[in-house]
């Protein structure tokens, strides 16, 4: 490849960054560092003055966080690759987003396959929608970051009250979300990134197909596994398997 994708580093801990740079030196030869900002006020700098193909960006710097650089940069014609050390709300809408993510320490090939995927579209084409789009969805997450989840379709969001959500079935690597009286949704996520997103306290895997919401399971009959009423009319079985581990969550172990 002879035409490199520069890259701009924006991390406020030097060892990180150093480590960083030598990992993607090494085993990233597509790509060629051309910058490092510590800070927000930094980072729109270098990146409008340099304006890279592609960010390397740590959720929280110097000065905020990287949502305090999307929204004020000029140069938006980019794509963006997070490094979080944590999980948290901006790391949910990270998940839901066009945008990836990597998790602190680096792995190298989770790294590799992230700058795998620029190759798919040409470099720096992503369009400044996306980034537009991601931002929204952290403002809605700043304000509650428990109350609903973002599902993203072609043109943008939808933000979906976590309360409403009856129900999700798997549907190969999509997923029907049931919302308590509304059609239900088709969401291009697998069932178990949903189930990583949502609180494990409220919502419930019975089945390998079935992941429901405790606050809609109207009722439970008994049988083999015995399945569940939801409260928009609707049964699910549960596994057998699943069944003693299931009366335990809804209080009621030992019930036969």
Known sequence: MTNKIQALIIEDEIQSANTLR??????CPNVEIVGHATSVKEAIELTDSLRP????????IQ???AFDVLVKIEHKKLN?????AYDSYALQAIKYSAIDYLLKPIDIEELKNAIGKLQSHTVGDTDSTIISQFIDVLKNNARNPSSFIPIPFNDG???IPISEIVRLEASGSYTYIFVNGKDKILAS????EYESMLPEDTFIRVHNSHLLNKAHIRKYVKGSGG??????????????RKKEWFLRMMGIGGAE
Do not use: P, R, W
């Open 189 to 192: 996520k697998n069932l178990k």
């Open 80 to 84: 963006i690759i997070f490094i979080t």
């Open 157 to 159: 969001f939808s933000f």
């Open 227 to 240: 399945y569940c009423i939801m409260s928009d009319g609707t049964t699910v079985s549960i596994a057998t």
């Open 22 to 27: 030598l990992i993607v030196n090494e085993y």
């Open 63 to 65: 000065g905020g966080t």
């Open 53 to 60: 193909q592609l960010l390397f960006l740590d959720v929280e």
